[in-house]
């Protein structure tokens, strides 16, 4: 099993960028298909952006064209740069690994775009 950790979270103003890091250790972390997801106050999780272990990556449409998730096998570390932040991109961003039956989830790290 992999183990996650997120960090990056911060308070931006409208507009403003962020950039999400998730360390992983403890398996091959190339292996894994990763995941960004978030949950907003009073909401179900939802998934940001996804990346295959081949590198194929998909959006939510809510943020295609201002988020990009990468991943740097050689680090161990996913990414998922943010820019053109809004207010209702505000939530707790939480990593995902996925692997046949194997997934894991870091503790999260708090987003909050406000002016």
């Known amino acids: 099993q992999v183990q996650l950790v997120e960090s990056g979270g911060g308070l931006v103003q409208p507009g403003g960028s962020l950039r999400l890091s998730c360390a992983a250790s403890?398996?091959?972390?190339?292996?894994?298909?990763m995941g960004w997801y978030r949950q907003a106050p009073g909401k179900q999780r939802e998934l940001v952006a996804h990346?295959?272990?081949?590198?194929?990556?998909n959006y939510a449409d809510s943020v295609k064209g201002r988020f990009t998730i990468s991943r740097e096998n050689a680090k161990n570390t996913l990414y998922l740069q943010m820019n053109s932040l809004k207010p209702e991109d505000t939530a707790v961003y939480y990593c995902n690994a996925r692997r046949g039956p194997f997934e894991s989830w870091g503790q999260g790290t708090q987003v909050t775009v406000s002016s």
């Open positions: 403890g398996s091959i972390f190339s292996m894994y298909a």
């Open positions: 990346i295959t272990s081949g590198g194929s990556t």
